[in-house]
Nanobody, 124 residues
């Protein structure tokens, strides 16, 4: 089991940027693909971005494609999500998750370990 702790959320104005971090501990981190998901009030949790264990492959939801970057530092057991040009509709709790496999996946069912989430609020 991987333990995950997110940080970096907060209140930001529309058009601003945030860099979310997810620190992992526990079993081998570098063997797992990692993903970011988000959940807004009253909505289902949705995929945002994912990265393979090597960092060589990434995937993004259409809603954030072109204005976000997922990256990882396996030496620091940390994965990051940079989101630029934030919009009010980006407001949600953002969760980090570890995949059961090393390959990129957008399927929430592939993710076995989850953090507690970090709140991102974008004001208009």
């Amino acid at each position: 089991q991987v333990q995950l702790v997110e940080s970096g959320g907060g209140l930001v104005q529309a058009g601003g940027s945030l860099r979310l971090s997810c620190a992992a501990s526990g079993r081998t981190f570098s063997g797992s693909a990692m993903g970011w998901f988000r959940q807004a009030p009253g909505k289902e949790r949705e995929f945002v971005a994912a990265i393979s264990w090597s960092g060589g492959s990434t995937a993004y939801a259409d809603s954030v494609k072109g204005r976000s970057t997922i990256s990882r530092d396996n030496a620091k057991n940390t994965v990051y999500l940079q989101i630029n040009s934030l919009k009010p509709e980006d407001t949600a709790v953002y969760y980090c998750a570890a995949d059961r496999d090393s390959l990129v996946s957008v399927n929430i069912r592939h993710y076995a370990s989850w953090g507690q989430g970090t709140q991102v609020t974008v004001s208009s």
